[in-house]
């Protein structure tokens, strides 16, 4: 069984600082590991996933994100926060193959202060 | 990427009356498909799995004489709410999937439909 846990509902970052998002799994075998965001009344898009690949992983709009099978975590960054970024984010984990079902995190929003 | 499509995109409806939710594949074929439903300020909840011309896989929870599923061609599947009630209103996201074993295979999602059920 696969699950993840989002630190933080709620972010607050100032235009052009640091954006970090945290997601922590738990998965009995190697994961599969995404982040999503959702801006409002759309659906999900995909920023990045990790597949064994590599463990830094580069993703759209600037996002990137870490593997660490040590800790567990795959947090989500991004150098320079832009108003644009202002969305909820969700950190997902699949099992083996990275295409079936996927299990969510709680979700963080993302809000960006001018 | 891969166009899924979802329709209604917003249905208002009094309670007791069935909704029907369409998703299409717009460019790929679907052998599986994933709908999730999410409910406000909650993340996307698994509701069930079809694969195409056989019977969906209900997660635990979910009333599959409720939520009817028909998956009848490889660019096609229904959610049906029968007799819907207030507590089912959510947001309804379909994900169509190749069913093929690839690290490289992308989930795609619909745009969703938000159902309100007054």
């Known amino acids: 069984a696969q699950s993840v846990t989002q630190l933080g509902s709620h972010v607050s970052v100032s235009e052009g600082a640091l954006v970090l998002l945290r997601c922590n799994y738990s998965?009995?075998?190697?994961?599969?590991l995404f982040w999503y965001v959702q801006y409002p009344n759309q659906g999900l898009q995909l920023l990045l996933k990790y597949t064994s690949a590599a463990t830094l992983v580069k993703g759209i709009n600037g996002f990137e994100a870490e593997f660490k099978k040590s800790e567990t975590s795959f947090h989500l960054t991004k150098p320079s926060a832009h108003m644009s970024d202002a969305a909820e984010y969700f950190c997902?984990?699949?099992?083996?193959?990275?295409?079936?079902?996927?299990?969510f995190g709680t979700g963080t929003r993302l809000t960006i202060i001018p | 990427g891969a166009v899924v499509s979802q329709h209604p995109s917003r249905v208002i409806c009094k309670s007791g009356t069935s909704v029907k939710i369409e998703c299409r594949s717009l460019?790929?074929?679907?052998?599986?498909m994933f709908w999730y439903r999410q409910f406000p300020k909650q993340s996307l909840m698994l509701m069930a799995t079809s694969n195409e011309g056989s019977k969906a896989t209900y997660e635990q929870g979910v009333e599959k004489d409720k939520f009817l599923i028909n998956h009848a061609s490889l660019t096609l599947s229904t959610l049906t709410v029968a007799s819907a009630h207030p507590e089912d209103s959510s947001f309804y996201i379909c994900?169509?999937?190749?069913?093929?074993?690839?690290?490289?295979?992308?989930?795609?999602f619909g745009p969703g439909t938000r159902l309100l059920v007054l």
């Open positions: 997902a984990v699949s099992g083996d193959f990275g295409n079936e079902k996927l299990t």
């Open positions: 460019d790929f074929q679907a052998t599986t």
């Open positions: 998965s009995s075998v190697p994961p599969y």
């Open positions: 994900s169509p999937n190749t069913g093929q074993a690839s690290a490289k295979e992308t989930q795609y």
